[in-house]
């Protein structure tokens, strides 16, 4: 491999959960540089998230887009991340300026990736610049360099895939073996051609004997990553992963760790079945209560679901009796993953491949197409991952263009074929055009806010209509928020979720609050106080976990039964109350979960602000699509005609519903819109904002966060 | 009268069939129905405090009383990854 540019430095030892060393990296110039953090730093933005959001607040204007040389690619864990004595230990953010939104997004994703970072002496990496020709940086903390190489030329099917360029840079820069002292984040040639180009992380399985992978899947953070000329990361450490954290107080490390392995190891075996089924079980319970995103979200439930529930999976696909955690220590194991499974479709056609998944949301992704074969679930899956592209924003973008064409927005003409729902050849052959950047596939890759733009011009000038007009329809059913594609949980049912997914900073991504089941299911958010302060609290929790380098699983998806003597069960604080001690015992501090609220809180509304200062800040910003409501379209409202009228009773009080299924389903619309509204005042005004869901100054300057950016934001607001 | 209790997920697994009937009378409650289900499937682990039970997609208390042809279910407590 060339080296282009190297720097020898000296890894930082990781004390408390923190190396306070950020490395970053100038592609444009080619420089390296070691950035000693100030002790202030981490008190105040924590890590992962919080550590993205920080720099790229400070390193980027509000003219900069994803493909800006000064944008930049932030990789971080947290403080909690690396301890295998504490299960969910190894997840890190990749955040930038996405494609799709054109403000901050993170993903979050697992492997060995962020451990090792830390290992290798770093807190973060941030990437900045665009590369002349493409390259790889090598993060060796063995060797005490840092490079920026040529990316090596192979065959094409090497180069092209993701995975297969990420398998075989791991090998070539450890002497032709695979080892789990390395691990690697890769982007692929999908990530080119489409606006949700993923990163990929992978890592060596010891017990499998093979490369597996994990993804950054949402927001085009692989599409930046590309753009950069950036194919790929090495990073290298042969630290002991025991202990890697140095915690202050291992003993207190130890026991939480071990309570909440207690927990999993008990009580997932009677509930969710993460460690058999992984995330494939929800899809049973999401369709049985009409969460199913079929046919891009038009109805929640099919007959032809079952085929695609977990034990399909289980028993055709995925390797049994091996633990699968997606890193060392963790017993909730939920990362499934299937060794020599043959592809009958696509390019690879007779290719025999490993394949890590499906998660449900590609399940749920291929059920928002209309298809229902596990076949196509796994080889999509693999597709997706090696092209580099998004699972869920592929599958809910194809399902827009072919709802468009089921109401006569698209003709053949304009895509080239028949584009329905339901059929495999045609889904499978747009997720190659995609990933290629050909033919219809070119439109398709813009993602659904863009999409929603070029069918309504195409449609306007062909039939002589305003493009507004049309543009109104598409609202509907585009299913995108702030330009983010859905992820997969049909929300007709549950003004929660709505606002679940309306106010999410990122976009319809459920790992802000996923309150459907607590709320629509579990009866547990009765009215819209109980809605309005869940939409405050599990945003911050959330963010805490996305800022320290953990997993959500182990707390959320696995309910202590201790949390059935608490006021609040969904917020399962008795396990919570093992992370706050896990948190103290690593670093040293003495912190209740209040304070962790407070600092989620700090980043939650710096998030808020770079939303703002990008222009998708405000409560407009936060207006979901008719469908996400409730059933846009009359034959959705027949589906579940019984369930709306008996809610369209409950409204009405004792006035009579109207006589025919038309009107009822027209004052239905119109309830269910002025109760999402009626659910932003309240939410905002508990969140500290002002009614169009700005930050009040005094919410911005009790955080600390009213610098002289924010000043002169809040200046040309008007606030 | 009769309720149909339905195994989802790994329940189906365990249980090896789809649904049950259980007769009942105008006083049977949810817990009778789910020290039924107890007693006819001991592997199935129905602990308190790790499942909620549904009647008819409604999670209800255990001392609800069943109507005829009710439908039970038995959930996990998910709350979303």
């Known amino acids: 491999m060339k080296i282009l540019h190297q720097i020898k430095y000296k890894p930082a030892k990781v004390v408390g959960g923190y190396t306070d060393r950020i490395l970053r990296v100038n592609l444009g110039k080619q420089e390296i540089t070691v950035q000693e953090l100030p002790p202030d730093f981490k008190n105040k933005y924590v890590g992962g998230r919080g550590y993205a959001l920080k720099l790229i607040w400070d390193g980027t204007t509000r003219e900069t887009r994803y493909d800006s040389p000064d944008n930049i690619l932030v990789m971080a864990s947290g403080p909690l991340g690396n301890e295998p004595a504490f299960p969910g230990t190894g997840k890190f953010i990749v955040g930038t300026i996405s494609p799709l939104t054109d403000t901050f997004i993170d993903s979050n994703i697992g492997g060995h990736f962020g451990p090792l970072l830390k290992r290798a002496g770093f807190d973060a990496l941030a990437v900045s610049g665009i590369s002349n020709g493409d390259v790889v940086i090598l993060i060796d903390g063995d060797a005490q360099t840092i490079s920026i190489a040529a990316a ?3 065959d094409r099917e090497i180069d092209d895939g993701a995975l297969s360029f990420g398998e075989k840079l791991m090998k070539d820069v450890n002497g032709g073996e695979y080892s789990d002292s390395l691990a690697a984040v890769t982007a692929g040639k999908g990530a080119c051609n489409a606006r949700f180009g993923i990163v990929n992380s992978l890592f060596f399985d010891v017990r499998r004997r093979r490369i597996r992978s994990k993804q950054a899947g949402r927001g085009g953070t692989g599409t930046v990553m ?21 915690a202050i107080d291992k003993e207190g490390v130890r026991q939480a760790g071990s309570r909440l392995k207690a927990v999993v190891s008990k009580c997932d075996p009677q509930q969710l079945h993460l460690a058999t089924w992984g995330t494939t079980g929800l899809s049973e319970y999401m369709d049985k209560f009409h969460i199913f995103p079929i046919n891009n979200y038009q109805y929640g439930q099919s007959p032809e679901s079952s085929k695609l529930f977990a034990q399909v999976f289980l028993d055709k696909y995925f390797s049994k009796k091996i633990p699968d955690g997606c890193y060392y220590g963790c017993n909730l194991a939920c990362a499934k993953g299937s060794e020599n499974v043959e592809l009958t479709r696509g390019p690879k056609a007779g290719k025999v491949v490993n394949i890590d998944g499906p998660e449900y949301e590609t399940v749920g992704a291929v059920s928002c197409m209309g298809v ?7 080889e999509y899956n693999w597709y997706c991952d090696e092209y580099g592209i998004d699972t869920i924003s592929t599958g809910v973008t194809i399902s827009f263009f072919m709802e468009c064409f089921q109401r006569g927005f698209l003709t053949a003409d304009d895509v080239g074929y028949e584009l329905t729902f339901g059929n495999i050849d045609t889904a499978d052959r747009l997720l190659h055009e995609i990933a290629s950047g050909q033919g219809f596939g070119k439109i398709v890759g813009q993602g659904v806010a863009r999409g929603k733009k070029w069918v309504s011009a195409k449609y306007a000038s062909r039939n002589g209509t305003s ?56 009866k547990e958010l009765p009215t819209l106080e109980h809605k309005a ?8 929790i959330r963010t805490w976990f996305n800022a320290t380098g953990l997993c959500k699983l182990p707390w959320i998806d696995v309910r202590n039964p201790e949390a059935a003597n608490t006021t609040e069960p969904s917020k399962n604080l008795p396990t919570l109350a093992y992370y706050v001690a896990y948190l103290n015992a690593t670093t040293g501090s003495n912190k209740t979960l209040q304070d962790v609220l407070d600092d989620s809180e700090r980043l939650y509304i710096l998030q808020k602000l770079i939303n703002l200062r990008h222009g998708k800040g405000t409560r407009a910003n ?12 009359f034959n959705e409202y027949e589906a579940r005609a019984e369930y709306y009228d008996e809610w369209l009773q409950q409204q009405l009080g004792d006035n009579k519903v109207p006589a025919s299924p038309e009107q009822r389903h027209k004052l239905l619309m119109e309830k269910r819109i002025e109760a999402y509204q009626y659910l932003c005042d309240i939410v905002y005004e508990k969140k500290g904002f002002t009614s169009e869901g700005i930050p009040k100054r005094e919410t911005v300057e009790k955080f600390g966060l009213m610098d002289e950016q924010a000043r002169q934001l809040f200046n040309q607001l008007g606030i | ?33 789910l020290q039924y289900v107890r007693q006819q499937y001991p592997a199935l682990p129905l602990e308190e405090g790790m499942v ?8 209800a208390s255990l001392d609800r009383i069943l109507r005829d042809k009710d439908t039970l279910s038995f959930l996990p407590l998910i709350s979303g990854g």
Do not use: C
Not at chain 1, 231 to 245: A, D, F
Not at chain 1, 372 to 378: A, L, N, S
Not at chain 2, 5 to 30: A, C, H, Y
Not at chain 2, 52 to 59: C, D, K, R
């Open chain 1, 152 to 154: 090596p030329a192979h």
């Open chain 1, 226 to 246: 590309r753009y950069k000329g950036l194919r790929g990361i090495v990073v290298r450490s042969s630290l002991s992963k025991v202990n890697g954290n140095n």
């Open chain 1, 372 to 378: 229902f074969d596990p076949h196509f679930v796994m």
């Open chain 1, 467 to 522: 493009q507004d007009t049309v543009m109104a329809e598409l609202n509907k059913f585009g299913m995108e928020v702030k330009g983010l594609e859905f992820s997969m949980y049909i929300t007709k049912e549950s003004l929660a979720q709505q606002g679940g997914y309306g106010f999410a900073l990122k976009g319809p991504q459920h790992d802000e609050a996923w309150l459907i089941f607590i709320d629509q299911v579990h």
């Open chain 1, 533 to 540: 302060n869940a939409l405050k609290w599990f945003p911050l």
């Open chain 1, 622 to 633: 936060d207006q979901i699509p008719q469908r996400a409501i409730g059933p846009a379209f």
């Open chain 2, 1 to 33: 009268m009769v309720v149909s209790i339905k195994f989802l997920g790994m329940q189906r697994v365990v249980t090896n069939t789809d649904s049950i009937d259980m007769p009942i009378t105008e006083k049977t409650r949810v817990n009778d129905a």
């Open chain 2, 52 to 59: 909620l039970v549904a009647v008819n997609l409604e999670v």
